[in-house]
């Protein structure tokens, strides 16, 4: 029987905290278009990235964080001062690591006088130029980390840490077109929102794309081939080989990876939140958190927690409502990693 553990890596427990999300951002949302843009971290730097997780994240979301402020605020592409929403995920299909960072914002920002400045239709900012600024600000913020002695060389990257041995490896880098991209608009603001929301608090892989786990020590899982047009294919891996996998999207203790910025950084977005809503024109939005949470689409991948009335009803006789008796106490990642998958023994030493 299924007992919620309140973890934020487990595939199961994340349903409530999803709502709660969206809801919060349905509230904030302006009558404006809104964009989704992705921004990839190529290949070469995810072995720095296994090394060194916090700093590594981190910096991730201030070259993205300043890359989109920087560029809108140029006057020949924007000239505003703009916000968003950015999600952190680290995980491809087949649950190898590739650090990728989601953000969604609305199509405008607010100029220096406080007047609201609408981007183009269909239009954001140009995928480009965005990449390669990202590109000049992600690589410039790891070396000044690694001057600063601020970089962690494990997993075979010592050979890094010799004097400008960081600077030869960042070299192809700057020649490499980073991969960015701006998701067309497809309806409304709220569509924008409900289709990130799915997004928000998935960890790596759901239980139900886990097909089987054999005796003889090994995991078959469903994954989407998007070489093959997104076609659904089976991988089957040794359990060890499968956790490893898992377990290097288990972020740092105390990682936030939903974070704000700019117009809509925790510090200030009520206030500018505010400023832009008088400049369009408009009032506040009207959010019912219970009904937004009905609202919000089926998780796609990832089982919803179960928290409704309906979900607690008896499953005999569809009348009686089930009560909790006791809490019982929330296990650890390795411990719920180890209960879930309990096909490799854990080290006794």
Not at 176 to 186: C, G, I, L, M, S
Not at 209 to 231: C, H, M, P, W
Not at 300 to 320: F, I, M
Request: glycine share 8%; net charge positive.
């Amino acid at each position: 029987m299924y007992n919620s553990c309140g973890d934020r890596h487990c595939p199961q427990c994340q349903g409530g905290q999803r709502a709660a999300w969206f809801a919060a951002r349905q509230a904030e949302l302006l009558p404006v278009e809104y964009f989704h843009v992705v921004f990839t971290v190529p290949d070469e730097l995810t072995p720095l990235a296994a090394a060194d997780p916090r700093c590594f994240y981190n910096l991730l979301f201030q070259a993205v964080r300043e890359t989109l402020l920087d560029v809108a605020a140029t006057p020949r592409h924007l000239g505003a001062r703009i916000g968003g929403q950015m999600v952190l995920h680290t995980w491809g299909q087949t649950l190898q690591l590739h650090p990728h960072v989601h953000v969604i914002l609305p199509g405008g920002g607010l100029t220096a006088d406080g007047q609201w400045k609408a981007c183009p239709r269909n239009f954001f900012l140009p995928v480009k130029v965005l990449s390669r600024v990202f590109r000049g600000k992600l690589l410039a913020l790891l070396r000044q980390r690694h001057e600063s002695d601020g970089l962690q060389w494990t997993g075979g990257l010592s050979h890094l840490a010799r004097p400008g041995a960081l600077v030869a490896f960042f070299q192809p880098l700057y020649k490499k077109e980073w991969n960015v991209y701006a998701k067309p608009p497809t309806g409304s603001a709220e569509q924008v929102l409900k289709y990130l929301a799915r997004y928000t608090h998935r960890v790596a892989i759901s239980n139900r794309r886990i097909e089987s786990l054999n005796a003889d020590g090994r995991v078959t899982f469903t994954y989407k081939d998007y070489a093959q047009g997104n076609r659904v294919q089976r991988m089957t891996l040794p359990a060890d080989e499968f956790l490893r996998r898992f377990s290097q999207h288990v972020l740092p203790r105390g990682f936030v990876r939903l974070r704000g910025f700019g117009l809509l950084a925790n510090c200030a977005r009520e206030r500018n939140l505010a400023r832009c809503r008088e400049a369009l024109g408009v009032g506040r939005v009207a959010a019912d958190s219970a009904a937004l949470a009905g609202e919000l689409p089926a998780e796609p991948d990832d089982a919803t927690t179960p928290a409704s009335e309906s979900q607690l009803r008896c499953r005999h006789c569809g009348q009686a409502t089930l009560r909790p008796i006791s809490n019982l106490p929330r296990p650890t990642v390795p411990e719920l990693i180890a209960r879930t998958y309990s096909l490799v023994p854990l080290d006794s030493s």
